[in-house]
């Protein structure tokens, strides 16, 4: 879904057409109780979903509803939803499909895979985990570290909240066994040199375990590229329903002590960590929210190439907002952008604002009252609130653009926020 862009005569590239895109999502059409369009500036907390997904899931619920492996007709097509289910899985994230694994979300999903991983690990074995992330790939590891006696060190962060890559160097030790980092933060917008990170834990040794929730949205997803061995992240975040994905290498899967049912069949690697029966309706609906992605990259082809394409088109939309955006926060007085400046292309355009002469909550409510929907508070990235000093209680101001937004609410978000700090 491109239209051309570019000056005359010159070789053009394809943009995102927004217009189309924002007529895919009935809530943009909203009006609030104002009368006003909203605004949603929320997305790092979960995106608004395209009218597809929502007819996906209701279409399962009504045409295919049922429990798996049975032989009639309504059965089968679930097996087949769940088996085209991981196929986009895996094309999504660059991955063997039979690395796969849905849950109820990212945080369920990395409790039962790190307590499986522990199961492997020795009394005063070294975890790593890092200041930016979100407490979902911290806390998972300091409650394993107490029951097997393991040893949690946390990598500290840049002035500006990059992860401090030399830290993380010094703190690799023959005992490290797991490097739990975030390729995205959820709170600051920094993006991780995950390469290097993914690198440097396998020269050591260790499993590199990556929380992609915040990047997968605004990035391509490929663990192949990263070289990670476990990923997480969260389809509500890219335009989904509520549900969780992982993806582990097949061989670490395979090997790696997963909690099961005794009468539970031998499957796929990926899939022995999936206790129960699944949220087959979000299934369908994280299908859609796949194809959506696809459908605003070059058509034909195979899913991944037209991934590829449309995550093209979105970074470049979203440079876009992210640079617009903060041009017009160098003018607005009593507000302090957290960490890389808007420009940058080492952020995604999840930004944390700290006032100076009110609250975080004080000034998401006045957004709020303008229809501007926008967080507050400390997103469970605990290090990164006590790291710029701020009380975990207030936190920050969180806008966070997506692929649907303009640069016409870039401008209306700043200048609400120059009215309510005036």
Avoid at 59 to 76: I, K, P, V
Avoid at 102 to 125: H, I, K, P, Y
Avoid at 200 to 226: F, I, Q
Avoid at 268 to 280: A, D, I, K, N, W
């Amino acid at each position: 879904m491109g239209q051309p862009s570019g000056a005359e005569g010159e070789a053009r590239s394809p943009s995102l057409d927004v217009e189309a895109v924002r007529a895919q999502f009935p809530a943009l059409r909203a009006s609030t109780r104002g009368g006003r369009e909203p605004v949603f500036v929320d997305a790092p907390g979960g995106t608004q979903v395209p009218e597809r997904v929502v007819e996906a899931m209701r279409r399962y619920l009504l045409e295919h509803n049922s429990n798996t492996d049975g032989a009639f007709e309504r059965s089968r097509r679930t097996d087949e939803l769940i088996a085209q289910a991981r196929r986009h899985a895996g094309a999504f994230v660059g991955g063997d499909p039979d690395g796969v694994v849905f849950g109820q979300n990212m945080t369920t999903l990395n409790f039962s895979l790190v307590r499986a991983v522990g199961r492997t690990l020795a009394e005063g074995d070294e975890v790593l985990t890092t200041a930016l992330d979100h407490d979902a790939n911290i806390s998972p590891w300091l409650l394993m570290a107490q029951d097997r006696g393991l040893v949690v060190r946390e990598v500290g962060l840049t002035e500006r909240l990059e992860l401090d890559l030399e830290d993380l160097r010094r703190k690799l030790t023959g005992r490290t066994r797991v490097v739990a980092f975030c390729l995205a933060a959820n709170s600051v917008g920094t993006v991780t040199r995950a390469r290097e990170v993914v690198a440097m834990a396998h020269e050591a040794g260790a499993l590199a375990w990556a929380d992609a929730v915040a990047y997968a949205p605004h990035r391509r997803v490929d663990v192949g590229a990263l070289g990670v061995d476990v990923l997480l992240c969260s389809p509500y975040k890219f335009f989904g329903p509520h549900l969780g994905l992982a993806w582990a290498r097949p061989d670490l899967a395979g090997e790696l002590p997963a909690e099961r049912v005794r009468p539970a069949a031998q499957v796929p690697p990926g899939r022995r960590f999936e206790t129960g029966t699944l949220s087959h309706e979000a299934i369908a609906g994280f299908v859609a929210a796949v194809d959506y992605l696809a459908s605003l990259g070059p058509e034909g082809g195979e899913l991944a190439a037209r991934l590829t394409g449309a995550y093209d088109l979105i970074g470049r939309h979203e440079a876009a907002l992210a640079a617009a955006f903060g041009r017009r926060l160098a003018d607005v007085p009593g507000i302090a952008l957290a960490g890389l400046e808007g420009g940058s292309p080492e952020r995604v355009p999840t930004f944390g604002l700290v006032p100076t002469a009110t609250t975080p909550r004080k000034l998401a409510q006045g957004l709020a009252e303008d229809g501007i929907y926008a967080w507050d508070g400390n997103f469970y990235a605990v290090r990164v609130v006590e790291t710029l000093g701020l009380a975990l209680g207030e936190g920050l101001l969180r806008i966070g653009f997506a692929h649907y937004n303009t640069l016409a609410e870039v401008d209306r978000v700043a200048e609400a926020l120059e009215r309510l700090l005036s």
